[in-house]
């Protein structure tokens, strides 16, 4: 199993920043994606952004320019760095990270985990 955990929500003012982490652990063999979503309240939840281990990168319009997703990979974390936010920012974030693990029998296997959700709020 690959866990991951979330870290860098909060209440910050419109025109703020904050810095979203997220550390993935477990018998991780490659991270192919990793990348951010976010669900606000009697909202589906939407894609904010995408990184790849090639370093390509996909944004939704409505954070294009304000946001940016970074990862380390020596130590298996993604960062969302958040700047400019507004209120309609205001929602539950989640980290999504994709790749091959080894399972407890040692065999390879394709993972797809998700984190517990981390809150931001944005006030006006």
């Known amino acids: 199993q690959v866990h991951l955990v979330e870290s860098g929500g909060g209440l910050v003012q419109a025109g703020g920043s904050l810095r979203l982490s997220c550390l993935a652990s477990?018998?991780?063999?490659?991270?192919?994606?990793m990348g951010w979503h976010r669900q606000a309240p009697g909202k589906q939840r939407e894609l904010v952004a995408t990184?790849?281990?090639?370093?390509?990168?996909n944004y939704a319009d409505a954070v294009l320019g304000r946001f940016a997703v970074s990862r380390d990979n020596a130590n298996n974390t993604v960062y969302l760095q958040m700047n400019n936010l507004k209120p309609e920012d205001t929602a539950v974030y989640y980290c999504?990270?994709?790749?091959?693990?080894?399972?407890?029998?040692?065999?390879?296997?394709?993972?797809?985990?998700w984190g517990q959700g981390t809150q931001v709020t944005v006030s006006s």
């Open positions: 999504n990270v994709a790749g091959i693990h080894r399972t407890p029998t040692n065999y390879y296997r394709s993972y797809d985990s």
């Open positions: 477990g018998s991780i063999i490659s991270i192919n994606v």
């Open positions: 990184l790849t281990s090639g370093g390509s990168t």
